[in-house]
Structures are given as C-alpha cells and as structure tokens.
C-alpha cells in the first residue's frame, strides 16, 4: 500500500505536489476511488485522495448555481439539492456497481474530472457543458482557478472545461462550480418491446428529431433487457426500447400522446408511470444491466445511424451483447473476457464505422498491457503530450492512466 | 481613446512585403491575396472601430489545404497571422498588425453535409450563423447560438469568441453545440477534433479550442449540432416601475423551475432608442423592460406565459403584454434585436460584455449608472438578464477625445465592479485587444501562467493573433519562465 496523503485544505495538497515534483514521485489521485478499476492503473508511490476537501461552499438555488469542495459525494450533493427541488441535468452515471466498485460513493471532482455523464445528456448535455470553474493544483504545484461561478464566461481559455474527462492527469481539482436544474414536475416512459436493433434505433432517431425534449433514449438487447431488477419489464424475454419525457404533467401527457402517434408503426407501447419511470432509469444509471462479471466492458461512441452496424461488425467476431444510449450514440457492450480485450477487432470496426471506443472494465493485467483509451491521431497525441507537459511537466500526476508513458 | 499597445512591427518583414506577397500568390493564386492598399484597408478594423490598422497583406483561400499551406509557409518564415470570419468582434478580435496576414475565411462558406437523422451538420467556417439555421430549418430544425450578429458573423468567429445570444438561457453557447472541428495548426498540420459521435477521444481540446480567439489554428470546418424547433414560441413583455423590481422578478422566474428560451432585459434609456427605431410598441414610462420567452406546443407555451405573469404579478408589473400571435411576436422582438443598430444611430457606443451573479443585478446596475454619471457620460442596458451577462452601452461622442477617454475609464470601473461581486470581464464578446489589460483584475499570474502555457502547445512562437487576450507584461513574464523551464 503506498503512502496515503489526505489533504484537507488546497495549500496542504499544493505542498504535497511540491514535495512529490521535486523528487519525481508518482502520485495517484483517487476521490473515494470507485473508479479505481477503470483506465490504466496507475503505479503510485503516494496516494493522494480528495476525501477530505469536502463540503458545499456555494449554493444559491434561484441563480441554479452550486460549488462544491472536490471531495463533496454525489449523493451528498444530490440530497442538497433534491431538498430545494433541483437536481444535476446530466445525471451522472455510477460505474462503481459494474466494476466491482462500491456503488453511490463518487465525488463531485471525479464526475468532472471524468466527465461522467447518464441518460439524460442527451436533452440537457454533458457533464462538461454544465461545469462553470475549477480550482485546482497542477503538477507544477501552482494553485490556479479557471471559469467563474456565472453561467456566461468567456474572459480568457475555457481552462476548467479542457480539464473536464483529463482523469487527474493534468491537475488535482480542489474544487467545482456548476450548474443546476429544477426537478421535472413528473416524469413518464414509453416502451415498445422485441425491436430488432436497427427497428430500434431507428425509432430513437425519429422521436429525437421531433420537438418533443426527449430526456432519455434507449435501447436494450433481450439478453440485456432480461438483467433488469424491474419483475414485468424484465420476464418478457424481449428486447427493450424506451423513451423518457420530464416536463410539467400536463405538457408530458401532450407530448407522450404526440410521441405514441408518430411512432405507432413500430408496435404498441407500454407506459410506465412516475414511479416507475424514476426506479427504470434509476437502474440503468447504476449500468445495473451490466453487473459486474469476470466479462469485458466496453463504452463506443458512434453515430446512431452506425451503431447498429458497428455492433454488427463486432458480433461477426466474437460474441457481443448490447445496451445503446443517447439515442444509439453511446454503447455499452459486453464481449468475453480474452488476453487482448478483443482490441484489434474492436477498434478496427470502430475506426470503419467511425466513432471511438473505451476499454471500461477489464482484469488490471490487461488495462495494463491494452490500450484502454482510443488510441489519438499524430498531431492529436502531439497536442496531447504537450498539454501534459503544459501541466505537468515532470509526469508525477496519475503517470500511465490514460495512455502508456503518459 | 489611450488605445492598448500592440506589438512593434517587425522592419525586417515590412522589408520583405513583396517577396511575401508573391510568395503567397504563387501559393493559392493571385485572385486569392489581396495586397494593394484600398483592399487591404476593408480589413483594417472589425466592430470595435476605435482600433484601425491595415495588415500587409489579406488572403482569402478556398479549402483546408489552403489554409494548410499558408500556414505553413507562415510558421517557416516567422510571420504573424490573423484569422478572420466577417470581423464583427467587438473586443478587437480581428484587429490586423501593420506586418501580418489576414486570413479571411468568407470564401470557405459551404454546408458539407446535413444530417438530419443523426442531427448533426457539417459546414465549412466562413459560412454565416443564420445560413446554418437557413439550410436546416425546412426540415425542422435550428441551430442554436443566435448571436444578434447572425446575419454577418461566421460560424469561426462564433467558434473563437464561443458567442452567444438571446436563446442561450436554455440552449447554451457555442461550445453547447459543437461536437468538433476541423482545424489547421500553425506549421500547417491539418487535425480533427471530435467529430459527428459524443465525448472527446482523450482531452478535451474542443473545449480549449473554442474561445481560443484565433490563437490556436484556423477553424475550417466544424460539425454542429442541430436541434428540432418547437411547435411554437411566444414572449411576453413586462415592464416595471423599478430595476429592483425586474431584477428580482428574473430570479423568481428561474427559482420557480421554469427555465424560459430567453429573458432580455431594457432599461428606460434603451427602450427609449429602440422605441424610436423599431416602433415595437413598448412602453415608455417603465424603468425596466423584461421580454421572456418560452416555447414548445401550443397549450403549453399558454400555461408557461400564464404561469411567468402570475409570478411577475407580485413584483408589481405597470405593464404585462403576451404575445397573440406570430406578427405580435415579432414586433416584441424587432425593437430588441435591433438594439444595438438603433443606439448606433444616435450616439457613438462602448459596448460592456461583464456577466454578474443574477443576485447581485440591482446593485450593480445602480452602481453602473452611479460610475457613468460620475464620468459625466450617458448608459442605456439591453442585455441577457436570464444568465447575468450585462451589456451597458456608455455613450460618448467619438470626436471628442476627453469624452472618449472618460468612457473608457467609465468601461474599465464597470469591468472592475463585475468581478468584485464574483462575475466576469467578457461573458460572450471576448478579451481581444479591448479587455487585455485588465486580465489580472480576474486573474492571478499562476492563472494566467496555466492559460498562456496552453498557447504555447498549440502555436510555440505565438504567430497566432498575437498581442490578444494577455496583458503583454504578463506575455514576457512567460517567456522568461518558459526559458527558464528550457533550462532546467
Ligand atoms: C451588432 C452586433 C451584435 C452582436 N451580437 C452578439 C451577440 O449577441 N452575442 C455574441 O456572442 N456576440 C455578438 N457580437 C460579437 C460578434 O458578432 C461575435 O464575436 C462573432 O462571433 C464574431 O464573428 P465574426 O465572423 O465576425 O468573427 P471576426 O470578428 O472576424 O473574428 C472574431 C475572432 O475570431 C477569430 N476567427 C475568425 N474566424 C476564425 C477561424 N476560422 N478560425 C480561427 N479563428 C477565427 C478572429 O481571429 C477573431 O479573434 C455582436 C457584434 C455586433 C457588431
Ligand atoms: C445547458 C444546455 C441545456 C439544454 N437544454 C435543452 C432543452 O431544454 N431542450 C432541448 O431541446 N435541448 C436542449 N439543449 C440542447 C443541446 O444542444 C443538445 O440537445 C444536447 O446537448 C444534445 O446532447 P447530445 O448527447 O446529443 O450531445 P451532443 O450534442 O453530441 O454534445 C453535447 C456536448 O458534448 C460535447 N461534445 C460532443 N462531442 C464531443 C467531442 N468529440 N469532443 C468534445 N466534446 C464533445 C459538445 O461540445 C457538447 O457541448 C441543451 C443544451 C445545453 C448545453
């Protein structure tokens, strides 16, 4: 176990850096660590976890504006403002409980740092699109801030978004300013059941071109769909496409009516109701459809139009199940755990298709021997040695997880 | 004005003028660069007009592999670069230096590719804002970011200033909408970003790309997305005996959980001149005007509009005014589109970009008025009230050189005051030359240091709009530290 450093205030982590800098020690940057077991894994000779940077130190409900100290739980910062009726717009999704990690304990840094985003991306965006400023420490040991708490900034670099997704490799954020929404004042699902994969993402593409803020598209294999803790949805031993709307209720009765005409060509729907909708999109934020299991996990970004044939592709190779997101734009799909993690045939058809793929869960030994990452084009991996060396020239932050001898 | 201080020409360059020109001619052809004086003059300012200065010589390419090779030949030879889109930057964003080299990207203005079922579009730069939502719209779809310049200003401006517009309080600003970006670097080296599929490969340099003011590389093509239109969209106007009043009912809107598409803030100075321009029918006996906007279907857009006025009600409103129909829709929203043309008309301007916590709204807006009466100077407010971001338009008289200086003094103090309360200097126009100077006022050196090292990644010798967005005292200190960090 290497040395465990629990800085609890910005200018104690500033001089852990600067200890570490200056002999060249590695350090790894954890939160509570439930995402310990994505990305390369990192050989550090100290550990550094922002647990004890905690605390909301901004909060002003009628301005939809939050700042929190890194180490702040989601969970903790979602029942803060679940108690004013607001919520995070992009419904960060938990990957601890599909890789072996606990479930509920992310911090607040690693969701941006991580740029971990859910269903509901797709109608308000990303986390990256909802993150205000940042203050941190980078691997040179300078305190800095980026961005503001104002919803319109543009005085100088969007610093604190370019470090959204950089996973502790580029600095140690010591704090986060976002945005909020309101609660939806009630919330619906439509279902339609035993769609093929193409009916199916079909489907999603025609409800999302229609003005009707669909927060939530997704698709499930029947293999997938049959993982569900939900009894009826799970028992009908049919493939499962459903589509969320969060509105005022009269505006969600109007718009499901809508949604149900325009798309009644491809079968009758079910409903599920308020509750139901919350405990159906509860699970798939938990990734509950792809429980932990000694399989690999991969999450391909494509278009929706491709997604089908990219999983397709893969499925000629190896076998493959699926779980589409984002109206078919993100897939989470599970294949059989091989020494290479399928990555040749894998990135081969997604560089076909177009689109990119991350290894999400896999043995350490082949995080560390794969790409876990997609691989970067020249000038792109040059521009992203560079940032690297911008912030942490010495190489001690998170060294290796991201790309190899990074 | 004391203007800021751009960088010294370089003599040696200015020497070689014409081999330059020739050289870029035998490049991408004569009817591409423009090298005598009166085309070259067309150049010389954008909308911040107090700043003129014609470059050596203009280039207008028509394809990435243009601009690659210019670049190119740039980086090998030292020479400064300016990119430019229509050169409607209020900040100075596009301001030449008497030895560099415009790039103007009007004629790269084509939609590559609509897709509509994935709904996304691919566009080369220079194509207008408004032709984008144009090539769309008889599908069903838009664009988002509306800058008020959207008939002229071009998709790698908005890309550089990460622009906004009315319509961002629920949509977003341009790094909102984009999901990547075709971009040539400064040695010429063509790279894409992003692309048609959600979330970075890697770092997210979108991010840091968009807003980077033309000193990253030249934008070339950019993949967009758009989004289906509403069945309708219906403002209502509300016009109050106090700015406290409007201010506060704009908090109470937003705190109640309604997020309308828009809610555009007057106040009696600005409702004056766009009364007058426009004959919008506003009133003019209100100290404060809020135009807000909400849309989806029908009945829905009647219970918003219903629910907004029930809540304005407690704040007292002279004058509530929903819309009825399309026509009267867009006669709420001509006089404030037309905003800052009709205030050009009469009086020269000094156009304000800080944003504020919504919060701290009439303190603020009663200490701007307190700074320009003691500069003796006149300010009317239009700005995006939904998301803070304020626009004080400080009138002055450009012929007058003290006026002019006081208005200027009068622009820094506002600045100043937005970040006191915790906002910013620019919340969609950007830094440019205009605000440079006071970038430590938000700033610290090790802010700074972190911002101008990410420069120095993508364009080493700082070729790339320079004598923008830094202080130059701040400039140097990098230099020595970046020397420094060489060393050890
Ligand atoms: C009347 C008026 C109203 C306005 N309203 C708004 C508003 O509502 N919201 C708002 O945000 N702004 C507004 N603006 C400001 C301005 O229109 C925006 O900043 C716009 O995005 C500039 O676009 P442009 O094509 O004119 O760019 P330019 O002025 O030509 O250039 C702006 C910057 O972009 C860089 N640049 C241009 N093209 C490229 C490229 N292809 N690659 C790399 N860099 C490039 C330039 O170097 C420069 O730094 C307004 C301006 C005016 C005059
Ligand atoms: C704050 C906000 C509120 C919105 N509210 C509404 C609303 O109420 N109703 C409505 O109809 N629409 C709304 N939208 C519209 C919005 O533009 C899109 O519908 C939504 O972002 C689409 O999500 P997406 O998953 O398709 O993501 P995309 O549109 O694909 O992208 C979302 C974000 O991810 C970033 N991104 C994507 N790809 C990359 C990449 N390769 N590299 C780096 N970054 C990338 C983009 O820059 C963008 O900011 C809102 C958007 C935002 C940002």
């Known amino acids: 176990m290497s040395d465990l450093q629990r800085p609890a205030a910005d200018w104690e982590l500033q001089f852990v850096i600067a200890g570490c800098a200056e002999r060249r020690v590695p350090i790894e940057i954890i939160g509570s660590g439930s995402k310990r077991a994505i990305g390369r894994p990192v050989d550090g000779t100290v550990t550094v976890t922002t647990t004890s940077l905690r605390g909301i130190s901004l909060y002003e409900p009628n301005e939809l504006v939050m700042s929190a100290r890194a180490g702040t739980t989601l969970s903790h910062i979602e029942a803060e403002l679940a108690a004013r009726g607001q919520m995070l717009p992009f419904e960060p999704i938990d990957l601890g409980p599909a890789t072996g990690g606990p479930q509920g304990a992310q911090t607040i840094g690693a969701v941006f740092a991580t740029n971990m985003s859910g269903a509901r991306r797709i109608l308000h965006g990303a986390a990256r699109d909802h993150l205000l400023g940042v203050r941190g420490v980078n691997g040179r040991a300078e305190m800095f801030q980026a961005g503001g708490r104002v919803m319109k900034n543009v005085t100088g670099y969007d610093v604190a978004r370019g470090l959204s997704g950089s996973w502790g490799t580029l600095a140690v954020l010591t704090e986060v300013t976002f945005k909020v929404i309101p609660w939806p004042e009630t919330a619906a699902t439509i279902v339609f059941l035993g769609l093929p994969d193409n009916l199916a993402l079909e489907l999603l593409s025609v409800a999302m071109a229609l003005p009707v803020e669909v927060s939530g598209a997704v698709h499930l294999q029947a293999s997938v769909a049959e993982r569900l803790n939900h009894p009826g949805l799970r028992s009908l031993n049919k493939s499962i496409t459903a589509l969320r709307l969060e509105n005022f209720s009269s505006a969600v009765s109007g718009r499901k009516h809508r949604l149900k005409e325009a798309l009644k060509v491809y079968g009758k729907a079910l409903e599920l109701d308020h509750r139901e909708t919350l405990e159906f999109w509860g699970e798939l934020r938990r990734l509950s459809v792809m429980p932990n299991r000694p399989t690999l996990l991969w999450r391909i970004s494509t278009k929706p139009t491709t997604a089908p044939k990219l999983v397709a592709a893969i499925k000629r190779y190896m076998p493959a199940e699926a779980f589409y997101d984002w109206g078919g734009s993100l897939i989470w799909l599970e294949v059989p755990a091989t020494a290479d993690a399928g990555t040749a045939e894998i990135r081969r058809v997604t560089a076909i298709h177009g689109g990119h793929a991350m290894l999400i869960r896999a043995e350490p030994s082949v995080r560390a021997s794969v790409e876990v990452f997609q691989p970067l084009s020249p000038p792109l991996e040059r521009l992203t040695r560079g940032l690297k060396a911008a912030f942490d020239p010495a190489g001690i932050l998170n060294p290796g997880r991201m790309y190899a001898n990074l | ?488």
């Open chain 2, 1 to 488: 004005m004391t203007l800021s201080r751009m960088p010294e020409p370089d003599q040696a360059v200015l020497d070689r003028s014409s081999a330059i020109i020739k050289d870029l001619e035998a490049l991408i052809g004569v009817d591409g660069v423009i090298s005598e004086e009166e085309g070259r003059r067309a150049f010389e300012a954008d909308a911040l007009t107090a700043y003129r200065q014609a470059p050596m010589v203009v280039v207008l390419p028509r394809s990435t592999e243009d601009v690659s090779k210019v670049l190119k030949y740039c980086h090998r030879n030292g020479l400064k670069v300016v990119p430019r889109g229509a050169g409607t930057s209020l900040c100075g964003g596009a301001l030449p230096m008497a030895d560099s080299i415009v790039i103007g990207m009007s004629r790269m203005n084509r939609v590559l590719d609509a897709d509509f079922v994935n709904r996304t579009i691919t566009v080369e730069s220079g194509i207008t804002n408004l032709a984008i939502t144009d090539a769309v719209s008889a599908e069903g779809f838009f664009y988002a970011p509306d800058p008020s310049s959207q008939l002229a200003c071009t998709v790698g401006g908005n890309l550089a200033m990460n622009s906004g517009g009315a319509h961002c309080l629920k949509y977003g600003v341009t790094t909102n909408n984009v999901l990547g970006v075709k971009m040539v670097l400064i040695d010429g080296e063509i790279v894409d970003v992003g692309g048609a599929y959600p979330d970075a490969e890697g770092y997210d340099f979108l991010a840091l790309i968009v807003g980077s003011e033309g000193q990253f590389g030249i934008v070339t093509e950019a993949t967009l997305r758009i989004l289906p239109r509403a069945e309708s969209a219906r403002p209502v106007m509300l016009g109050f005996s106090s700015c406290e009043a409007a201010g506060q009912c704009v908090a109470a809107i937003i705190g109640s959980g309604i997020i309308p598409v828009a809610i555009e803030y007057m106040d009696r100075p600005a409702i004056a001149v766009c009364e007058a321009y426009a004959k919008a029918g506003y009133p003019l006996d209100v100290e404060a005007l809020l135009i807000v906007e909400v849309e989806g279907y029908e009945e829905e857009t009647t219970r918003l509009l219903r629910d907004i006025v029930d809540i304005a009600r407690s704040f007292d409103p002279k004058v509530v005014e929903a819309s009825t129909s399309p026509e009267h829709s867009a006669r709420i929203w001509k006089g404030r589109k037309a905003a800052f043309g009709a205030m050009g008309r009469i009086s020269d301007y000094y156009c304000m970009d800080g944003t504020i916590p919504l919060g701290r709204l009439p303190e603020v807006l009663s200490r701007i008025a307190q700074i320009c009466a003691e500069h003796r100077l006149k300010v009317a407010n239009v700005f995006h009230a939904g998301d803070g971001n304020l626009h004080p338009l400080i009138l002055y008289n450009a012929n007058d050189a003290d006026e002019a200086r006081r208005a200027e003094l009068a622009g820094a103090e506002i600045l100043r005051l937005c970040v006191s309360v915790g906002g910013c200097l620019t919340g969609e126009h950007g830094v440019g030359i205009e605000k440079r100077d006071l970038m430590d006022v938000q700033y610290t050196p090790s802010d700074l240091a972190v911002q101008m090292r990410i420069k120095s990644v993508f364009d080493p010798n700082w070729q790339l709009n320079p004598g923008k967005v830094f202080p130059l005292s701040a400039l140097e200190a990098s230099r020595a530290s970046a020397a420094a960090d060489q060393a050890a």
